[in-house]
């Protein structure tokens, strides 16, 4: 059973994942861009496959491409579960 | 007229240690890096190498060839700058099986917890040239780039095609060497299964005794350069790779020719190549691998290039201490054979007691004891042969 897809719930799970990826947990933010944390196209792959196995909510490349920011990332999870 | 090609840097992870020296030091003092029957690379710690995300990005045999190419790059005196335009500079890491470890473990993930869970970054890790890729991008090289796949000879394939590269003027230098890290229980089984590893845990090359080779892992990289360009920029040289012989047995998938004729005809190559004849030779790092078949076969080839010369030379092998390290072997054992000649001594093939009937070469038993090289150059023939019928040699000097 998937977790309930609630914002709170999201931003958990990523800024979870994040330091995993070598991203330092001081710098992580909504704000905060994947660039700016080195976070590239394969760790974003990883996430992906975090955010579905917890979530159930699939991101496809193209929805990876447009997000900058952690906070973008978090929206678009919310947004794909509506 | 070809140009002449230097070594610059080595850096080596072996079973001895992290480090070129410890695993020259290590060895010349007798010391095994092999315990319970493999040889691990017990002292290394990516984490002091390498950022977390370094570490996740890169399979075990990947983090060796990183480590052992920042070494060899810091002693070539490249850590800060490269001396040449970067799309001068080649990276070539040979493995034999790349990142196994990967492997076996995604498929684990796969058949346990199903397709969804296999991490996207199996394929770039477990990719043969993926220790390539990864040294090339470390250190911005941007010339030519690819990993030789040639089983226990692709270290020194390696090394040999980086020479040729830079001979050829398509490179002025070229970080090459081999890694490995092969230590997984599917291997283990596999080799195993083969009837190559060895009963007893013990590997004791050109011994009466030796039944078969004993696994290791770990990595070496060098720095080549072309000589007149390193000159140039008041490098330390180090040694240089004076001819490379590279045939194929075309006999059979795992055993060698049983009269070692395509090993043989590499050597001869090599010298040739070298313009040196089998007398200019004061050393021999052999492939000795401990089984039955390679170490009589090699001690033949020896016998058939190096003619009435080839008792008086010391032969010994480097996985008398470290066991076999498959694709790394040749550019560990140029390593070593580097380091030797630099320091006058005959490192010893650890364990060497029994001789067997036609065995009957100076394999340097037991303990190390000063080259005597009589006024000759220090020149050395470092052997690597894999399966599938590969042979490589360097013909290697020390400056």
Not at chain 1, 4 to 10: F, H, I, L, Q, R
Not at chain 2, 171 to 192: I, K, M, N, Y
Not at chain 2, 312 to 331: C, D, E, F
Request: proline residues 5%; hydrophobic residues 45%.
């Amino acid at each position: 059973m998937a977790t309930a897809v609630t914002p709170e719930a999201v931003e958990k799970v990523v800024y979870d994942a994040l330091p995993q990826f070598g991203a330092d947990p001081s710098d992580i933010s909504r704000e905060a861009t994947f660039e700016d944390l080195d976070v590239d196209s394969l760790d974003l792959a990883e996430l992906s496959q975090i955010i579905e196995d917890e979530f159930g909510v699939q991101l496809k490349g193209d929805d990876v491409g447009q997000i900058k920011t952690v906070g973008d990332a978090i929206d678009l999870v919310v947004k794909r579960a509506e | 007229m070809k140009r002449e090609v230097v070594i610059t840097g080595l850096g080596a992870v072996t079973p001895l240690g992290v480090g070129a020296r410890t695993l020259h030091e290590r060895w010349i003092a007798g010391a095994s890096g092999i315990e319970d029957g493999e040889g691990v690379c017990t002292e290394f710690d990516p984490t002091d190498f390498l950022s977390v995300k370094e570490v996740r990005r890169a399979d075990r045999f990947t983090q060796f060839a990183l480590v052992a190419s920042d070494e060899a790059l810091a002693e070539a005196g490249w850590a800060d700058e490269l001396p040449y335009e970067a799309s001068r500079i080649g990276s070539i890491i040979g493995t034999g099986i790349g990142g196994i470890g990967t492997l076996t473990h995604n498929h684990q993930v796969l058949l346990e917890e199903g397709p969804k869970k296999v991490s996207p970054l199996s394929i770039p890790l477990m990719m043969g040239n993926a220790g390539s890729g990864a040294v090339a991008m470390r250190h911005k090289l941007k010339g030519p780039s690819f990993a030789p796949l040639s089983a226990c000879a692709a270290g020194a394939h390696a090394i040999g095609e980086a020479v040729g590269l830079i001979e050829s003027g398509r490179a002025d230098a070229v970080v090459a060497g081999g890694s490995e890290a092969s230590l997984v229980p599917l291997a283990r089984a596999a080799f195993a299964a083969l009837d190559a590893l060895s009963d007893s845990g013990i590997s004791r090359p050109f011994d009466a005794r030796r039944d078969g080779f004993v696994m290791g892992e770990g990595a070496a990289v060098l720095v080549i350069e072309d000589a007149e360009k390193a000159r140039e920029r008041g490098a330390n040289v180090l040694g240089y790779v004076r001819g490379y012989g590279a045939t194929t047995d075309a006999y059979h998938l795992t055993a060698p020719d049983k009269e070692g004729a395509g090993a043989a005809e590499a050597m001869r190559i090599a010298l040739a190549d070298a313009n040196l004849e089998p007398a200019d030779v004061v050393y021999i790092n052999a492939h000795g691998t401990s089984t039955p078949l390679n170490d009589r076969a090699e001690t033949k080839a020896l016998k058939t290039v190096l003619g009435d010369v080839a008792h008086m030379i010391p032969v010994s092998s480097t996985k008398s201490a470290i066991g076999h390290l498959l694709g790394a072997a040749g550019a560990v054992e140029t390593t070593a054979t580097i380091l030797a000649l630099r320091d006058r001594i005959a490192p010893p093939t650890l364990g060497y007691e029994e001789e067997e009937e036609g065995l009957d070469l100076d394999y340097v038993p037991g303990k190390a004891r000063p080259l005597e090289i009589d006024g000759k150059r220090p020149i050395a023939l470092s052997n690597a042969f894999g399966f599938g019928g590969h042979n490589a040699v360097l013909c290697l000097e020390a400056a």
